[in-house]
C-alpha cells in the first residue's frame, strides 16, 4: 500500500532476527526491511540504522518481557520525529475477563516470562506529559490486551 515506506526491527534475541528475517526473505521484504541486533531500553537509531528519527514507532507484546521496560518508552519517544507517534500494544489486566480465565492466561504468561505491566497507562500517560505529546489509551478484548499511543508535539 505505501510501496516507499522503509521497516526498520530491533530485538535482543539474535533467533528472533534469524526468524524474522527468513520470514521477511518468503515475502520479497528485504529491500524495505533493515533488522538489527540490539536493546529496546537503550539503542541508538543513527548507529543501528543510520537513521536518526522515525515517524513510527511500533511496540507490540514486548513491554511485557522487558526487564526495565520503562526505558523502552523513553528511547522509543527519543527516537521519534516531530509529529510522529508511539504504538504500544502489550496484555492488559484482563480486568473484564472471567477470573478463571484470568488466572490460567496469568500462569501460561508466566511460564514464558510474561508479566503483564500494571502500570503500563500511567507509565505512557507520564511519558506523554513530560514530553508535551498526546497520549489515547484504550482496553482491548475485556482487558487482554492495551493499546496505547502518544504523539510528539511537532
Not at 23 to 44: K, Q, W, Y
Not at 102 to 119: D, I, M, N, Q, Y
Request: glycine letters at 10%; zero cysteines.
Amino acid at each position: 500500500r505505501y510501496p516507499e515506506a522503509r521497516f526498520f526491527g530491533l530485538d535482543i534475541s539474535a533467533e528472533m532476527l534469524e526468524t524474522a528475517a527468513a520470514a521477511i526473505a518468503r515475502e520479497n521484504r528485504s529491500g524495505r526491511v533493515t533488522l538489527a541486533l540490539g536493546d529496546a531500553t537503550n539503542f541508538d537509531a543513527g548507529t543501528l540504522y543510520g537513521v536518526a528519527r522515525f515517524d513510527r514507532i511500533f511496540v507490540s507484546y514486548s513491554l511485557s518481557m522487558i526487564p526495565g521496560w520503562e526505558k523502552t518508552v523513553s528511547a522509543a519517544l527519543a527516537a521519534l520525529a516531530p509529529g510522529g507517534s508511539l504504538h504500544v500494544v502489550d496484555f492488559g489486566q484482563q480486568e473484564g475477563l472471567p477470573r478463571w480465565f484470568r488466572a490460567l492466561l496469568r500462569g501460561w504468561l508466566k511460564r514464558f516470562h510474561v508479566a503483564p505491566r500494571e502500570s503500563l497507562r500511567e507509565v505512557l500517560e507520564s511519558e506523554s506529559e513530560r514530553t508535551g505529546a498526546t497520549f489515547h489509551f484504550r482496553t482491548l478484548y475485556r482487558g487482554y490486551a492495551w493499546l496505547g499511543v502518544i504523539g510528539a508535539a511537532r
